[in-house]
């Protein structure tokens, strides 16, 4: 036994890269060379440039590329929801130098994808959650209904005549429709359309009749009057749109549905290497400046414990998982 013990420290220490000694620095308030990574760290992103994920990995990025005087690269993997990434983050060297910047939709894919090659909660670990957005309840100006209320009304008058757009089947936009469709006890049409600026034409033309769309590609639309604000998804509002009521005051108690990223690395990763990656990233976080950045984007800085993140990924699963058997959600 004492034998085994051995080996499998050796073996710990053999994959521990000297990010391990940062955590001294992090306490002190910065890292020195004789501490940094001896090789690039790569970010992997399972979307496109320009979106949620990209932009919180760039910048977490580039504040760790400073503090551990190391190239860190984010590498965009686009494809099926973001589960090619996922796969190569799950089944990369647990070192530390392979990391996943990823969205809710992470929770998404077990939910609505019979087969995955990676499970998860099992092969994959959070590090952190990096920013949480909010969703915003619109539709046409000119509909009848001018408030959740007046919707879930309408929904009930007619039930199966009502319809909402998404950003696609399994999209965030999708499930946070179908929450409100589960919780408010009403029956509506989901029509996807292939993103986000597609579906929120629809509904400000008022051929679909609501979108549950993120607020960040809503707020100058409903600011503007082009589009009509019903509910935010959060419990709180948002200072982005103050007069718009949430959903959970608004007739449907409790609702509470965010679009959230987070950075996550391969779960055989030594929990002392995730647990100094977390320090530098909440602290990276935590500058009011980065506050005041993603503001205006509708982001908002969220970092939290490896476990929490992992408790929020799990939770989510299990909801998602929920409503794609009770709606027969699945990915097309």
Excluded at 19 to 33: C, E, I, K, V
Excluded at 170 to 187: D, P, R
Excluded at 317 to 332: E, P, S, Y
């Amino acid at each position: 036994m004492k034998l085994l013990t051995g080996i499998i420290a050796l073996a710990v220490i053999s994959v521990l890269p000297t990010l391990l000694s940062t955590a001294h620095a992090a306490q002190q308030g910065g890292t020195s060379a004789g501490e940094c990574p001896v090789k690039p760290i790569r970010i992997l992103v399972g979307f496109t440039p320009g979106g949620g994920p990209d932009i919180t990995a760039r910048y977490i990025a580039q504040k760790l590329s400073e503090e551990f005087r190391q190239q860190v690269v984010v590498d965009n993997r686009p494809g099926a929801g973001g589960t090619v990434a996922a796969n190569l983050a799950a089944s990369a060297n647990p070192d530390g130098y392979t990391l996943l910047s990823v969205s809710s939709a992470h929770a998404v894919a077990p939910a609505i994808y019979e087969k995955l090659p990676y499970d998860a909660r099992r092969d994959l670990a959070g590090i952190s959650l990096s920013a949480v957005s909010k969703y915003v309840l619109v539709s046409s100006p000119s509909a009848v209904f001018k408030s959740t209320k007046d919707l879930i009304t309408a929904a009930r008058t007619k039930p199966g005549q009502l319809n909402f757009s998404s950003a696609g089947t399994g999209s965030g936009s999708h499930f946070a429709g179908e929450l409100l469709i589960s919780m408010a006890k009403i029956e509506v049409v989901h029509i996807p359309f292939k993103g986000i600026p597609e579906a929120l034409t629809e509904a400000m033309t008022g051929r679909v009749h609501f979108f549950m769309a993120p607020i960040a590609n809503a707020v100058a639309l409903v600011r503007d009057g082009k589009l009509a604000g019903l509910g935010v998804s959060s419990l709180q509002r948002d200072t982005l749109l103050p007069n718009v009521p949430t959903i959970a005051e608004s007739g449907v108690p409790g609702y509470d549905s965010v679009l959230w990223f987070g950075v996550l690395t391969a779960a055989q990763t030594p929990r002392p290497l995730i647990n100094t990656l977390n320090r530098q990233i909440t602290r990276i976080l935590g500058d009011p400046e980065l506050r005041k950045r993603w503001a205006p984007i509708g982001l908002e800085p969220s970092p939290t414990t490896p476990a929490d993140f992992d408790k929020l990924i799990a939770a989510d699963i299990a909801t998602f998982t929920r409503l794609a058997k009770a709606g027969n959600i699945k990915a097309q």
